[in-house]
């Protein structure tokens, strides 16, 4: 098996499992806990930051996970189910969308930050969480109308763009309420429904999970 993936459960990993799982590759998925697993000698050979995900296929390495969509697209998507290619009329879309699924993550990794990874609630900020909340719910207020003609992030359909905004959605969910973004809230339902989704997710009694609350965005300042 050429293909193995280091993924940590319900970190921006689940991108690419759920990508693999969408193309039906064959990887060995290697699951670390979020934590001094990352820190290893061994691990930080591969990934120098020590961060999910990363990806190994042979001799190649590669550690975001955008690039990881578009390189398990080009390569292992032939039928271009998936990518648009140059040349394809949405070709410009799908980049812009591929990345755009960063702008929103950073917003929640700093919510990860504010609300989980700093421990101690007095060492925690409220402006912070305000400030990344605000800077999240407007990041999906563009996909909202972006939502209001379509099902997927392109006119044409599912494609792999949606794995990597449909994480972001999954995990931004925890921080800020999706209800007040309706078309937002139907898409990621819809995501949700993809076997290759559900695939990804940890099973219900895995350990070692970032994310142990459902809502976040409940708890008080
Ligand atoms: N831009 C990178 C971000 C990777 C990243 O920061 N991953 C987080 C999990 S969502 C991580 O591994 N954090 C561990 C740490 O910072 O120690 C990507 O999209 O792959």
Not at 67 to 91: H, M, Q, S, V, W
Not at 99 to 124: G, N
Not at 135 to 143: F, H, N, Q, S
Request: aromatic share 10%.
């Amino acid at each position: 098996m050429a293909l193995r993936l280091y993924h940590c459960h319900e970190a921006r990993s689940m991108r690419s499992l759920w990508l693999i799982n969408e193309l039906q590759l064959d990887a060995e998925i290697i699951t670390l806990s979020f934590g001094e697993a990352l820190r290893s000698e061994s691990y930080l050979n591969r990934h120098p930051l020590g961060r999910v995900p990363c990806l190994e296929d042979g001799e190649i390495t590669l550690f975001e996970s955008g690039a990881i969509c578009e390189y398990l697209c080009e390569t292992y998507d032939k039928a271009a189910r998936l990518i648009r290619l140059p040349g394809d009329p949405e070709r410009a879309e799908w980049l812009q969308w591929l990345h755009y699924a960063e702008t929103i993550c950073v917003h929640v990794a700093s919510l990860t930050q504010q609300q989980i990874v700093i421990f101690d609630p007095a060492l925690r900020s409220a402006t912070v969480r305000k400030l990344e909340t605000r800077r999240l719910e407007k990041a999906i207020e563009v996909l909202e109308a972006i939502l209001q003609d379509r099902e997927y992030m392109l006119k044409s359909g599912f494609s792999a763009v949606d794995t990597g905004i449909g994480y972001s959605l999954h995990a931004g969910g925890l921080f800020t309420d999706l209800s007040a973004f309706p078309a937002v809230q139907a898409y990621y339902h819809r995501l949700a429904e993809r076997p290759a989704f559900q695939a990804s997710l940890p099973a219900p009694d895995a350990e070692n999970r970032i994310y142990t609350q459902a809502n976040y965005w409940l708890e008080p300042a």
